[in-house]
T-cell receptor, first 110, second 113 residues
Framework: GEDVEQSLFLSVREGDSSVINCTYTDSSSTYLYWYKQEPGAGLQLLTYIFSNMDMKQDQRLTVLLNKKDKHLSLRIADTQTGDSAIYFCAEWGSQGNLIFGKGTKLSVKP | SQTIHQWPATLVQPVGSPLSLECTVEGTSNPNLYWYRQAAGRGLQLLFYSVGIGQISSEVPQNLSASRPQDRQFILSSKKLLLSDSGFYLC????????????FGPGTRLTVL
């Protein structure tokens, strides 16, 4: 079945770059997403990438997509303490619904 | 602008008691609506989705049910809660067009004791 995998934890120092990785299984996914969840809150769409793109950059965020390996990554440049959150990778599955990974908890140390 | 509301924000219920969580959306018409549960260590699990009034699709068999009595109202219910129903329940909506961005509510933290 369709599945999205990502590592559960990442710890970085303030000012460093963070890279969160994700693998997915459905090669027909048209869109792939990164959502951010701050403590005790709902999810918020950070960015998305269309499947015919390799890279998308939006200010401090860079999304890289390797369709051959079904690998998606999110790079946050100059990570700040306010970036501490859980980051969810998601794909738009063949059944017409979002399939989420379990989330990567990013901890930013001062 | 569109907003999504969920209530209550937190809930503590005994095992075997009923449940009703409500989600309402403002500022849009005929949205697709979703209920997710986020349990510790299990990520985000889709429970139900609805493409219109009275149309509910269930993704996971369980003792929960959902209803959509009005276009912008989505209700999650249970007749008898189990301990395993504890979690963070999120409602979301999307237009079903474009890049399918889903907009999430603030969530309800449910603890079943």
């Amino acid at each position: 079945g369709e599945d999205v995998e990502q590592s559960l934890f990442l710890s970085v120092r303030e000012g460093d770059s963070s890279v969160i990785n994700c693998t997915y299984t459905d090669s027909s996914s048209t869109y792939l997403y990164w959502y951010k969840q701050e403590p005790g809150a709902g999810l918020q769409l950070l960015t998305y990438i269309f499947s015919n793109m390799d890279m998308k950059q939006d200010q401090r965020l860079t999304v890289l997509l390797n369709k051959k390996d079904k690998h998606l990554s999110l790079r946050i440049a100059d990570t700040q303490t306010g970036d501490s959150a859980i980051y969810f990778c998601a794909e738009w599955g063949s059944q017409g619904n979002l399939i989420f990974g379990k989330g990567t908890k990013l901890s930013v140390k001062p | 602008s569109q907003t999504i509301h969920q209530w209550p924000a937190t809930l503590v219920q005994p095992v075997g008691s009923p449940l009703s969580l409500e989600c309402t959306v403002e500022g849009t018409s005929n949205p697709n609506l979703y209920w997710y549960r986020q349990a510790a260590g299990r990520g985000l699990q889709l429970l139900f989705y609805s493409v219109g009034i009275g149309q509910i699709s269930s993704e996971v068999p369980q003792n929960l049910s959902a209803s959509r009595p009005q276009d912008r109202q989505f209700i999650l219910s249970s007749k008898k809660l189990l301990l395993s129903d504890s979690g963070f329940y999120l409602c979301a909506w999307e237009t079903g067009a474009g890049y399918n961005e889903q907009f999430f509510g603030p969530g309800t933290r449910l603890t079943v004791l």
